[in-house]
């Protein structure tokens, strides 16, 4: 497979000498396209898949973000109301970062790398989000109604 990668097709290792006909080596070429091309096409649909995958997540981003504004006005009162700002804004210039980035880049062939690190850090936003705001809302917000209600 490495002949194949570098486009080198080796000599038979039963001989030290060449063979006389070159069907021998038909087979080997044959392989070695086809081996780039699946590989090649497996990449195309991988990384293109990728960024279907995260043009949808960035566009359910969009809702969630309005919905932790809407969240984070419920919650000046809290104790850590500037830390939790101040994660939904990173989260926030991040999440805006990279789906501008992936609008620019969406039908470019860009290395699988590039994806799957954009990947991690839409998902890594997401989760310091979901920490700090809405698990928030749960430990401030419901309590407090509930004892609003039950008084």
Known sequence: ????????????ATTGHL???????????????????????????????????????????LLLLADSLLVLSALKHNPHYNSMR??????????IYLSIYLSINLYLSLPLSVYVCMCVCSY??????????HLSTYVYIYPSILISCTH
């Open 1 to 12: 497979m490495y002949a194949c990668a570098k486009g080198i097709h080796a000599a038979p």
């Open 19 to 61: 063979p006389a006909k070159r069907n021998q080596y038909v087979g080997l070429s044959f392989f070695c396209f086809v081996a780039r091309l699946m590989d090649k096409l497996w990449q195309s649909i991988l990384s293109q898949t990728l960024a279907f995958s995260l043009f949808l997540f960035f566009s359910l981003r």
């Open 86 to 95: 101040a994660s939904l804004s990173l989260s926030l210039s991040l999440s």
């Open 124 to 133: 890594l936003s997401l989760s310091v989000e979901l920490v700090f705001v």
